[in-house]
């Protein structure tokens, strides 16, 4: 028997203005899809809608994208009284991307917003540039980034070309909560608001990037570094293969079986390129012709992994804190090198993400503030400092990078074209990328982190995951892998405990579900629930001296070792 409350929502559903397709469909649905569909609205959060695409209140379709975009068009008139306001909209290759991205643009269009609506898919970072190039106070991208192909999502960002952030998500939230029904949705389009973008904007974007160059010479020598590079089928087609190749590079090799854009990502079980198995083919290709360089991107093009060959000589995926190493590494030594660093230059990393850059910025003058987990908060800071501090780059530990300002979220298309220049540059000093790490792990010490993600499904995962937090909370560990935990920071009451001496100090950073253990030898442990999947997150990070390159395996073994000791004391 459906519960009476899931019914009630059916009934609603089923009496409304929807087309008689989607009627018909939950008329053939079984309890079990009843319920799955309709026991709660699709939540609009700080990042906007993520979900399994289907007919429901509980599902991406035409009419929750719609509630969305109306509650988020309600939201703009009022922030913005007395104005044209004009919103930019993307989406990526996922199955209804386009569909759902010309709904928004119909919604706000009908709302009397003038819309920028890309021609047709393109990466997500392009969107936030779009937003700042077209003076936009608001964009929409259709994307559910690496999620399974069953899901599509809907991020909203704000006039600084950042995802939005306090107080303006939970403003939104509260509008689109305020939308009693689909009956209050503007769904017909007015196509004189509807400006058609592509070519030239991306013409603009591109120039931005290559005005990033820091070793042309380099470049023009190493013209030849080998690079494998895959889209996964996603967005990044469109525009990664055209920036190396204006930058120079001319070996560059696509993965033709994933070079067409497919929201069934037909070669892979997951389109995320920190999952090997996503990278598998692009790996392949490189074998074959041993290749320098490997690079993926994720659907919407926002994420990019890599992989090179390891001193046996066999390819090698970094993980998302290595390549960020290696890609702050090199914007620091060359604006160095180029007398570019006068003290007023920052880079930014997020709290889960490796100290080393932490280290590396100190031994260049530069400032490394640290924020929350996720890109908005990265954006949210070079907007609060601009005009005071000069940022160079950052990045976060899920393979998310940033170089320059022009974007305001992480940028596979830009880290992509630095990336092959930080390779080009280490082979032009007759190093591999993976050489290039050691030494730079003998300089400031072999960090070594790892990422262990628990899945706790459904309403008992989610109680499952608080109760792990609050057993965390009222029981810290005394010690890991036997060394002594000398502080805790909990970032869900503010305050950083030093266990040694007693003494607190506030951490001056919003609040967030998130904790925070340090011990003795260095190591940092960080405990945070996922705010888009039902899962718990462990950021394991050790770390210990390199005294030589010879001993690169050797450390890197006994790093393994104790993040496996460390687990076994948490019991994960």
């Not at 037909?266 to 920190?274: K, Q």
């Not at 005394?478 to 950083?496: F, I, N, P, T, W």
Request: glycine letters at 6%; one cysteine or more.
């Amino acid at each position: 028997m459906i519960d009476n409350q899931i019914q009630e929502k059916v009934d609603l559903w089923l009496n409304s203005t929807i087309d008689e397709e989607s009627k018909a469909t939950i008329r053939s649905m079984d309890e079990t899809e009843l319920a799955d569909s309709f026991y709660k609205d699709l939540e609009f959060g700080t990042g906007g809608l993520r979900g399994v695409m289907g007919v429901g209140s509980n599902r991406m379709n035409k009419y929750t994208v719609g509630m969305a975009t109306q509650g988020l068009a309600n939201y703009l008139l009022k922030s913005f009284p007395d104005q044209e306001i004009k919103v930019a909209i993307a989406h990526d290759s996922r199955n209804n991307s386009r569909f759902f991205a010309e709904t928004t643009a119909a919604v706000f269009s009908a709302n009397n917003i003038h819309v920028y609506l890309f021609e047709e898919l393109r990466p997500t970072p392009e969107l936030s540039y779009a937003i700042r190039e077209l003076g936009c106070q608001s964009g929409v991208v259709l994307t559910a980034s690496h999620n399974p192909k069953e899901y599509n999502g809907y991020k909203a960002y704000w006039n600084d070309g950042g995802q939005v952030i306090a107080p303006h998500d939970k403003n939104i939230i509260a509008e689109v909560n305020a939308i009693a029904g689909i009956e209050d949705v503007k769904f017909e389009a007015n196509s004189a608001k509807i400006e058609a973008i592509g070519k030239a904007l991306d013409e603009s974007y591109i120039q931005a990037i290559l005005d990033l160059e820091l070793s042309p010479e380099v470049i023009a020598r190493q013209a030849n570094l080998g690079i494998v590079f895959s889209p996964i089928h996603g967005t990044s087609i469109t525009l990664v293969p055209e920036t190396l190749a204006r930058k120079g590079f001319k070996n560059v090799t696509i993965v033709e079986e994933q070079a067409t854009p497919d929201g069934n990502f037909p070669t892979v079980v997951y389109p995320n390129p920190e999952e090997k198995e996503a990278m598998t083919m692009a790996l392949n290709k490189a074998i074959e012709i041993d290749a320098d360089l490997v690079m993926a991107t994720d659907p919407d093009a926002d994420r990019v992994g890599i992989a090179a060959k390891n001193q046996a000589g066999e390819f090698e995926l970094l993980n998302g804190n290595q390549a960020a190493s290696l890609l702050i590494y090199y914007l620091l030594k060359k604006w160095k090198e180029n007398g570019k660093l006068d003290g007023n230059q920052m880079i930014v990393k997020t709290i889960v993400t490796s100290d080393l850059l932490d280290k590396m910025a100190e031994s260049f003058d530069v400032e490394c503030p640290n924020t929350l987990t996720g890109f908005k908060f990265i954006a949210a800071l070079i907007k609060e400092l601009e005009g005071k501090k000069e940022f160079i780059g950052g990045g976060e530990e899920s393979y998310g990078y940033m170089i320059s300002d022009f974007v305001r979220d992480k940028d596979a298309i830009a880290s992509c074209a630095m990336l092959a220049e930080m390779a080009a540059w280490a082979k032009d000093q007759g190093l591999s990328v993976f050489e290039l790490l050691a030494e730079i792990y003998e300089q400031y010490g072999f960090y070594l982190e790892q990422l262990i993600s628990i899945t706790k499904k459904g309403m008992k995962g989610a109680e499952e995951i608080q109760n792990m937090m609050a057993e965390f909370r009222s029981n810290p560990p005394a010690a890991l892998a036997g060394s002594k935990v000398v502080k805790l920071a909990d970032y869900q009451s503010s305050e950083m405990k030093d266990l040694v001496s007693g003494n607190s100090e506030v951490i001056d950073l919003p609040k967030s579900n998130v904790l925070q253990f340090f011990l003795e030898d260095g190591s940092k442990i960080s405990a945070r629930p996922s705010g888009t999947e039902p899962k718990i997150k462990f950021y394991m990070s050790v770390n210990k001296p390199l005294a030589n390159k010879a001993n690169y395996d050797k450390v890197k073994e006994e790093l393994a070792l104790h993040i496996q000791n460390i687990t076994t004391d948490l019991k994960l």
